[in-house]
C-alpha cells in the first residue's frame, strides 16, 4: 500500500509563489506517476497536473503556465511549484501516485491548504 504525505501549503499573496512537496512510501515499485488535485471550499475534488515515470508533465488548463511538477527519485519526492497565485487557487492540495492504468494508488491524506488572500 502506497502512504502519502504531502506538505509545503500555507498563506500567500496574490501574485505570490508557494511549492508543496509530496512524499511516497510504502507499494513504490507500483508507481507509475504522481497526480496532483485540489478540492476548493463548497467544490469536488479537481485535478491538477501529473507527472509522469519518464518526467512527463501535463497540466489543467486552469494551472497551465503558473504551475511546475517536478521529480525527486532519490528522495521518493515530488514537488508542485506554484507561481502567480490567483484567489481561486485557494484549496486543500492532495498528491497521490497511480499506476500504469491511470488508477490512484494511495488513501486519500488530510491534503495540505493554500490560501490565497491579502
Known amino acids: 500500500q502506497v502512504q502519502i504525505e504531502e506538505s509545503g501549503g500555507g498563506l500567500v499573496p496574490p501574485g505570490g509563489s508557494l511549492r508543496l512537496s509530496c512524499t511516497s512510501s510504502?507499494?513504490?515499485?507500483?508507481?507509475?506517476?504522481m497526480e496532483w488535485y485540489r478540492q476548493a471550499p463548497g467544490k469536488p475534488r479537481e485535478w491538477v497536473g501529473s507527472?509522469?515515470?519518464?518526467?512527463?508533465?501535463t497540466y489543467a488548463g486552469s494551472v497551465e503556465g503558473r504551475f511546475t511538477i517536478s521529480r525527486d527519485d532519490a528522495e521518493n519526492k515530488n514537488y508542485l511549484q506554484m507561481t502567480s497565485l490567483k484567489p481561486d487557487d485557494t484549496a486543500v492540495y492532495f498528491c497521490?501516485?497511480?499506476?500504469?492504468?491511470?488508477?490512484?494508488?494511495?488513501?486519500w491524506g488530510q491534503g495540505t491548504q493554500v490560501t490565497v488572500q491579502g
Open positions: 507527472i509522469s515515470s519518464g518526467g512527463l508533465t
Open positions: 497521490n501516485a497511480r499506476d500504469f492504468n491511470g488508477q490512484l494508488l494511495a488513501p
Open positions: 510504502g507499494g513504490i515499485f507500483a508507481i507509475f506517476g
